[in-house]
């Protein structure tokens, strides 16, 4: 069982950045895939990022390429999104999800607001 909890939403401007934060509970945080998702209201959850065990392999969204960076401190058990030049269309709640084989764990989502 893994529990994840979600930090670093608020509101900002367009241009600003803000960096989430995603802390894992267990011992086996380094066994994990993650990934971070985002969703507005009366949307599906669209993919964002996802970085690998080590973080040697990360993956992106085509809307925020070259925008957000994933990373992961699996001493801390904690994955990261580091999300610069924001635009109001990035705003949405922010969700990490964390899977292995046969097993998929999210959190409880972080919003963040992009004012134009």
């Known amino acids: 069982q893994v529990q994840l909890v979600e930090s670093g939403g608020g509101l900002v401007q367009a241009g600003e950045s803000l960096r989430l934060s995603c802390a894992a509970s267990g011992r086996t945080f380094s066994s994990y895939f993650m990934h971070w998702f985002r969703q507005t209201p009366g949307k599906e959850r669209e993919f964002i990022a996802r970085?690998?065990?080590?973080?040697?392999?990360?993956i992106y969204a085509d809307s925020v390429k070259g925008r957000f960076t994933i990373s992961r401190d699996n001493a801390k058990n904690t994955v990261y999104l580091q999300m610069n030049s924001l635009k109001p269309e990035d705003t949405a709640v922010y969700y990490c999800?964390?899977?292995?084989?046969?097993?998929?764990?999210w959190g409880q989502g972080t919003q963040v607001t992009v004012s134009s």
């Open positions: 970085i690998s065990w080590t973080g040697g392999g990360t």
């Open positions: 999800k964390a899977t292995s084989p046969g097993r998929e764990y």
